[in-house]
T-cell receptor
């Protein structure tokens, strides 16, 4: 049973550039959530996708956008990168809503120089 | 706005000790609470999920309790081992199925 997968593993970008991160959920899951984790801190919720629509959004600017595909995989896009966007980006999948257990992928380490 | 706090922020213990990690949250209207383990630079591994109607969950040497009314949870680790060294994160799930995390407790178990 494949777990949550993310690509790429590491990424280095320059300020002002744009980046796309990808996530495939655990088999059977239909909901994907994205989190940003700065060094030494707990993860912060960015947004959640269900049925190809953004269902919830945390306190992140519009530079952060996403998409969910019919096969439930998801992309996170960040435009006009800032140094402060450097972080570990985590994807989590779950089944439906209602507080079900969330399973995390290995993350993508983004460094903005 | 839900806020989650974990105490202590760091903990160093000798191998074999039993230990308790603490988690508190400000809004008791939660669906459930989840404990995770994170190794350096890695993703999160789910350890235990406690439904809001439950008081505790056990998995091997781990036992997590939940007191929703007081906004507290504890993670008890029995007979700690060097392999338990990691950061432990507590997160609550509220409306909208989003996780709100604490800052974590960095655990070091010395041989």
């Amino acid at each position: 049973d494949a777990g949550v997968t993310q690509s790429p593993t590491h990424l280095i970008k320059t300020r002002g550039q744009q980046v796309t991160l990808r996530c495939s959920p655990k088999s059977g899951h239909d909901t994907v959530s994205w989190y940003q984790q700065a060094l030494g801190q707990g993860p912060q919720f960015i947004f959640q996708y269900y049925e190809e629509e953004e269902r919830q959004r945390g306190n992140f600017p519009d530079r952060f956008s996403g998409h969910q595909f019919p096969n439930y995989s998801s992309e996170l896009n960040v435009n006009a990168l800032l140094l402060g966007d450097s972080a570990l980006y985590l994807c989590a999948s779950s089944l439906g809503g209602g507080g079900n257990e969330q399973y995390f992928g290995p993350g993508t380490r983004l460094t903005v120089t | 706005k839900q806020e989650v706090t974990q105490i202590p922020a760091a903990l160093s213990v000798p191998e074999g000790e039993n230990l308790v990690l603490n988690c508190s949250f400000t809004d008791s209207a939660i669906y459930n609470l989840q404990w995770f383990r994170q190794d350096p630079g890695k993703g999160l591994t789910s350890l235990l999920l406690i439904q809001s109607s439950q008081r505790e969950q056990t998995s091997g040497r781990l036992n997590a309790s939940l007191d929703k009314s007081s906004g507290r949870s504890t993670l008890y680790i029995a007979a700690s081992q060097p392999g338990d060294s990691a950061t432990y994160l507590c997160a609550v799930i509220g409306a909208g199925n989003m996780l709100t995390f604490g800052g974590g407790t960095r655990l070091m178990v010395k041989p």
